[in-house]
């Protein structure tokens, strides 16, 4: 794990927001600001690379200094890029570097907590098992998640401000795509920055023959 931002806390509880991040929006910033009122730290992590997607369009680097623009004046937020895709590769990475004694929290809304629930890990390989290694706080999205009975302990909601429910990265992409308003749904010091990213290089692709 490759830090571009670390904060001089020593956790206790450590809250992780894994993501592509494409670009980081509000929304994302609510839910780490949120998270803050349940661990002691937030840390930001962008896999170098998905199991399931890759990265396009704008590069892993170019998204990472994004999120590290929106988070460098906060104490209590850090910016690292993982080796692994997978949250218990990440969970792994972290114990290395915040000690074994960390209670690790991964930061999610309800719909990714049903796509992490209900992964297929492969042959053998219990979802179960990795709550030992870590939790889930999940804030409500179009619903509230009801973990199953038995990962109750290991899997609790986080409470929110404001209805963040249809703001995503993707809504952002469809907006520039569409010529609609979209700079209120980042957060302010990256709006030039997203700007030259997305904006420009979506008129560029339209203007290519």
């Known amino acids: 794990m490759d830090f571009l931002l670390r904060s001089a806390t020593a956790p206790r509880r ?38 399931h997607k890759a990265y396009e369009g ?44 960390c209670d690790l929290w991964f930061l999610c809304g309800r719909d990714a907590a049903e796509r992490i629930v209900d992964w297929d890990y492969g042959v053998g390989a219990k979802f179960a098992e990795q709550l030992n ?4 706080l999940v804030a409500e999205r179009r619903g509230r998640y009801e973990p199953p009975e038995r990962h109750r302990e290991r899997i609790r909601p986080l409470e929110m401000q404001g209805d963040w429910n249809e703001l995503s990265a993707t809504e952002i992409r469809d907006r520039i795509r569409d010529g609609r308003e979209w700079a209120h749904l980042v957060p302010a010091p990256i709006v030039e920055q997203v700007e030259r990213l997305y904006v420009t290089r979506e008129n560029r692709f339209r203007e290519t023959p």
């Open 58 to 101: 704008v590069s892993l680097e170019e998204r990472i200094e994004l999120v590290r623009r929106v988070v460098e004046d906060r104490a209590q937020f850090s910016v690292a890029v993982s080796g692994g895709g997978l949250l218990i590769d990440i969970a792994r990475e972290c114990r290395l570097h915040y000690g074994q004694d």
């Open 14 to 51: 450590l809250g992780i927001l894994s993501g592509s991040f494409h670009p980081i929006t509000r929304a994302h910033v609510a839910l780490a600001e949120a998270a803050l009122a349940e661990v002691d730290e937030v840390l930001l992590v962008m896999p170098r690379a998905f199991p």
């Open 133 to 136: 290694e870590f939790g889930l």
